[in-house]
């Protein structure tokens, strides 16, 4: 016997298209949405209009998830893949460790303090002797 998926109310499932846009937003195009629109090749008044109800077609949505670096699935609702679930875990303790003093105070994105996570690995990793 093949077990039936529960149905998504709608509106739940925009709810959550919303949030994720909005995540989108704040992490690659600084919470501007003009400027996530623009990465996203969309006009402008596209990315407020999903953002307040409008249910964009599938060509939009898959422009909004190559733009956010994202599956539409995720976009959609479905899970993230494990890489993206390690660096919001990863995010989460490094915003932890290093409380407001340090980061908060920065006002960097997500990308922009695994970015300097890494330099700071590459500055502490041995040079190899040439060959």
């Not at 998504?8 to 937003?25: A, C, D, S, T």
């Not at 893949?81 to 932890?96: D, H, M, V």
């Not at 460790?97 to 590459?122: C, G, Y």
């Amino acid at each position: 016997m093949v077990a039936m998926k529960k149905k998504i109310p709608k509106k739940f499932r925009l709810e959550v298209f919303q949030g994720r846009l909005r995540e989108l937003i704040d992490r690659k195009a600084q919470g501007k949405p003009s400027r996530f629109a623009a990465q996203a090749g969309l006009q402008n008044n596209e990315i407020p209009a999903y953002l307040t109800g409008r249910i964009p077609g599938a060509d939009k949505v898959w422009a909004i998830a190559q733009a956010g670096g994202v599956s539409v699935d995720w976009l959609l609702g479905g899970e993230p893949p494990e890489e993206s679930r390690f660096k919001k875990t990863l995010i989460r303790y490094l915003r932890r460790r290093f409380v407001a003093a340090e980061l908060d105070d920065l006002d960097l994105t997500d990308e922009q303090i695994l970015d300097k996570l890494a330099d700071s690995l590459v500055e502490l990793t041995p040079k190899k002797r040439g060959k």
